[in-house]
């Protein structure tokens, strides 16, 4: 198993990048990375490290793509780019999985146009985990698209089904539709259509969801446009943040309340723990001939190395190629019954 | 000062909504309780409570607005019913804000329809206001409009910027776009549409902003689709939920853990009550010729009282009348600018 980093996205790139990936490199055995940036800088960032693992190995990439690049640089203007060479070595089957957290369109776009999607799917969606008080909810899409059709969101529901059975191993798992309102007439133009669109799926469909369900363990799939879910994902890590500085500062006001919270840590550290984004490592981007995970540009070693696990950990799994299975039995089977029903496939 | 409070919405209606009216009337001398629904329903709960404060007034309803029944309703089956009558007393002057937390839509097309817009405001918005590091952070529109155009958006810009100005004593309140990149070019075809229009207005607009923002005190002001800022809100709400229940759950799993909560409890109590929709009572639906509060449907006496008070003050600094003023005063300067330069208003 073998997963391609981009060593020089992200705020603290390319020093905490280097250090998650030896950090990675060092504890897994079956785990190779290919750490992809400008050379020369990163092996004198290794060389302060220590003894190079042997599975780690250093691939040069002569350019960087910026936070203010277009997403199309890889494509075009910045093709020897650290992100677009991560690509290439997935599509070259050199590696099973990229990991980046530079600029997130620019990885979206590359992901797309070099490692290609799968069969069935138009546009691939980035999936964000959320804590529930009972397990997790996968939310997608949560950025790589916004303007999306019905259709889409009705790929998005099938990766997203194929997720939660893999991952979280959910048997049935519950799809829902973010809306305003549970009622079926709520929502816009867009909800209404998909909702309609979801119910002929045969997929466990439960109907219209809210913004609080996403942490309510009511449902395991959220489907929205990438607007709205990007809106979500921020906004929640951003609530989270603001909750543990408040407490934070209201702990420290007086000797008394700093006593409590010296004999309470464990409960704040594992509060932290549970609520930082750091944990979960990168958001998969679903929908793609390989793995790309997409990482907090504010990733730290601890995020990088955690994220790196999880790419090799889903490649292991074959996750995009059971999607890609099931997608292309689902289509053949609708195909199927369209033709029998003597209706084109739209 | 007058209210008309709903008191057959919301989930724990009648006797919260009473309840908590009766608390607002007992406290304020100055502001009168008109509270709406069915008369010996409310008069047996009133009885409960003891002796009848003189600012408390009961206006029977022969019917109520159920959360299945249409928005439309209180236009049309049910003209009778508290919310329809709510709007009805405002319209005529003998009360100056309502309160509700009943079905949302039926509030706001009762409140559209009946209390009416203000001059230049063709969309009544939903304001919704998040805690920050430093402040307060006002988005609108929270659920009031979806399929909105970049027209409403520029609405929303400039009733949000007269509310910061009023309500949160911001004398230049930095106006922010939600969108899902910084960069000017971000977003979707509507927010870069949006983009341009508010740059046109004068406002203090500093650009796109991400969900984060809503939680980090960079901007005053974020103005939004009713759809996205919806999520938000409930999305927020959840977090702010299910943080604080497993910070709950993880302080009891030890002796050592439980006395240190017991030590640092008022730490705790300080962060429940920041991040408490409650205490901050109901949201404000801007641009209307009289107030309308809508609560959550979830609101206790704590939160109706709260909503009554806030509706008070609101209706004494006349907030709806300096909004309208301003309006005007913006439209008719506008009209003249393009006068001027012999341009026809869109």
Same mark, same amino acid.
């Given at each position: 198993?073998?997963?391609?980093?981009?060593?020089?996205?992200?705020?603290? &790139?390319?020093?905490?990048?280097?250090?998650?990936?030896?950090?990675?490199? /060092?504890?897994?055995?079956?785990?190779?990375?290919?750490?992809?940036?400008?050379?020369?800088?990163?092996?004198?960032?290794? $060389?302060?490290?220590?003894?190079?693992? !042997?599975?780690? %190995?250093?691939?040069?990439?002569?350019?960087?793509?910026?936070?203010?690049?277009?997403?199309?640089?890889?494509?075009?203007?910045?093709?020897?780019?650290?992100?677009?060479?991560?690509?290439?070595?997935?599509?070259?089957? @050199?590696?099973?999985?990229?990991?980046?957290? #530079?600029?997130?369109?620019?990885?979206?776009?590359?992901?797309?146009?070099?490692?290609g999607t799968i069969e069935g799917v138009?546009?691939?969606?980035?999936?964000? +985990?959320?804590?529930?008080?009972?397990?997790?909810?996968?939310?997608?899409?949560?950025?790589?698209?916004?303007?999306?059709?019905?259709?889409?969101? @009705? !790929?998005?529901?099938?990766?997203?089904?194929?997720?939660?059975?893999?991952?979280? #191993?959910?048997? /049935?798992?519950?799809?829902?539709?973010?809306?305003?309102?549970?009622?079926?007439?709520?929502?816009?133009?867009?909800?209404? +259509?998909?909702?309609?669109? *979801?119910?002929?799926?045969?997929?466990?469909?439960?109907?219209?969801?809210?913004? @609080?369900?996403?942490?309510?363990?009511?449902?395991?799939?959220?489907?929205?446009?990438?607007?709205?879910?990007?809106? *979500? *994902?921020?906004?929640?890590?951003?609530?989270?943040?603001?909750?543990?500085?408040?407490?934070?500062? !209201?702990?420290?006001?007086?000797?008394? $309340?700093?006593?409590?919270?010296?004999?309470?840590?464990?409960?704040? %550290?594992? *509060?932290?723990? @549970?609520?930082?984004?750091? %944990?979960?490592?990168?958001?998969?981007?679903?929908g793609l001939q390989?793995?790309?995970?997409? &990482?907090?540009?504010?990733?730290?070693?601890?995020?990088? $190395?955690?994220?790196?696990?999880?790419?090799?950990?889903?490649?292991?799994?074959?996750?995009h190629?059971?999607i890609q +299975?099931?997608m292309v $039995?689902?289509?053949?089977?609708?195909?199927?019954?369209?033709?029998?029903?003597?209706?084109?496939?739209?």
């Amino acid at each position: 198993m073998h997963v391609a980093v981009d060593a020089m996205g992200g705020d603290h &790139a390319p020093r905490e990048v280097v250090l998650g990936a030896y950090q990675a490199a /060092s504890e897994a055995g079956e785990t190779s990375v290919l750490l992809v940036g400008d050379s020369s800088l990163l092996e004198s960032e290794l $060389r302060r490290l220590g003894r190079m693992p !042997e599975n780690l %190995e250093v691939v040069h990439a002569a350019q960087v793509v910026d936070m203010e690049d277009s997403p199309t640089a890889p494509l075009r203007k910045k093709k020897q780019s650290s992100i677009r060479i991560c690509a290439d070595l997935v599509k070259a089957g @050199r590696a099973q999985a990229m990991v980046s957290a #530079g600029n997130t369109g620019a990885v979206m776009i590359a992901a797309k146009m070099v490692i290609g999607t799968i069969e069935g799917v138009d546009r691939p969606a980035l999936a964000a +985990e959320f804590p529930n008080p009972r397990g997790r909810t996968v939310v997608l899409d949560v950025g790589a698209n916004v303007d999306t059709k019905a259709g889409h969101l @009705r !790929e998005f529901a099938v990766m997203g089904h194929f997720y939660a059975q893999e991952v979280n #191993g959910i048997h /049935s798992p519950r799809i829902g539709l973010m809306s305003i309102g549970e009622e079926d007439s709520k929502g816009t133009d867009l909800t209404r +259509e998909v909702f309609d669109v *979801l119910k002929g799926t045969g997929l466990n469909f439960i109907g219209n969801v809210e913004g @609080r369900d996403a942490f309510s363990g009511s449902v395991d799939v959220i489907v929205c446009d990438g607007f709205v879910g990007n809106v *979500l *994902l921020k906004s929640a890590e951003a609530v989270a943040d603001l909750m543990k500085n408040m407490l934070r500062r !209201e702990l420290q006001k007086s000797p008394l $309340r700093q006593l409590g919270a010296l004999l309470a840590r464990p409960a704040f %550290e594992s *509060l932290a723990r @549970r609520t930082d984004y750091r %944990e979960y490592g990168a958001a998969p981007l679903l929908g793609l001939q390989g793995g790309c995970f997409v &990482a907090h540009g504010r990733s730290t070693a601890v995020a990088i $190395r955690n994220s790196i696990r999880r790419a090799a950990g889903f490649s292991e799994a074959e996750l995009h190629l059971k999607i890609q +299975e099931k997608m292309v $039995r689902l289509h053949s089977e609708e195909q199927r019954f369209l033709d029998q029903a003597g209706i084109q496939a739209g």
